[in-house]
């Protein structure tokens, strides 16, 4: 990605209002007892508030992956472990507007940077982005899966 998505990104995950935020979501969760019930759930009874991410983490892909869980959580403590697992979601991409329209500028250009090279306008080792990804010396050919992908 770009340098200011990088410092963004960065700025964003250290602002005070984003670091208050965090602290705000893990004080409510161990004062709901979710993070005190996962302790206990996953025989964790010390377990750091970073383990307790981890846990709510898995718990989502697990439900998300209709795995089956040996224990079992109410829909509202599901709701909450969402929360945690959120909450990096908004730093990533929501803090700051340019989070989102950077990633999304960054694609538009290399799809149009395929696409000209898909048409023969632009040879590939010529190509600023996608050269970027691929190297000019080790390939004499333009990679299948990406011609592919524009199928």
């Not at 409510?28 to 019930?37: I, P, V």
């Not at 403590?77 to 989070?99: Q, S, T």
């Not at 149009?112 to 048409?119: R, Y």
């Amino acid at each position: 990605m770009c340098k200011r998505f990088d410092k963004l990104r960065h700025d964003v995950s250290f602002d005070i209002a984003t670091l208050l935020m965090n602290d705000e979501i893990d004080f409510d969760m161990e004062r709901s007892g979710l993070f005190e019930k996962l302790r206990q759930l996953v025989a964790s009874p010390d377990g750091s508030l970073h383990t307790m991410h981890q846990v709510c983490d898995y718990v989502y892909w697990a439900k998300e992956s209709h795995l089956d869980l040996i224990f079992e959580l109410s829909d509202e403590e599901y709701r909450r472990c969402l929360i945690v697992k959120e909450k990096g979601v908004y730093a990533e991409f929501l803090a700051h507007e340019e989070l989102t329209a950077l990633p999304v500028y960054q694609l538009m250009k290399q799809l149009s940077e395929l696409a000209s090279i898909v048409a023969g306008d632009l040879p590939w080792q010529e190509a600023k982005i996608i050269t970027e990804y691929l190297d000019v010396d080790s390939r004499a050919t333009f990679p299948k899966f990406l011609l592919y992908s524009t199928h």
